[in-house]
């Protein structure tokens, strides 16, 4: 078909295409500790302030669920340090308190 050919009819691929949880595929990666994933997503140029769907940004989730590799590249790729939950003005250093991650807490301050 022209579209697995990459011809003129081709469906142009967004990486920012919600999932059916409303959630980014970067999102849904930092949230599970897909880490492979999202540096293939981040590496993409997927969305690092997506908050459709979650109310938070990928680095929220990532401080909010404890991966701290994730952490580490979406701070290297410049994701918002202050993009946290919109409802509750919860910031992404806040759940990383929360969850007890002082290593995360630590590259969340020196960001």
């Not at 701290?68 to 308190?97: F, N, S, W, Y």
């Amino acid at each position: 078909t022209a579209q697995g050919r990459g011809g003129a009819d081709a469906v142009p691929l967004s990486l920012d295409v919600p999932l059916q949880s409303g959630a980014s595929p970067l999102h849904f990666c930092c949230q599970q500790g897909y880490e492979l994933s999202a540096r293939f997503l981040i590496a993409q140029r997927a969305d690092l302030s997506n908050t459709r769907g979650t109310g938070g940004g990928p680095l929220f989730a990532a401080c909010q669920y404890g991966f701290p590799p994730i952490v580490a590249m979406l701070l290297a790729a410049k994701a918002a340090v202050d993009l946290g939950m919109q409802r509750t003005g919860t910031t992404p250093l806040m759940a990383a308190c929360m969850t007890g991650k002082s290593e995360t807490v630590a590259m969340l301050l020196e960001a």
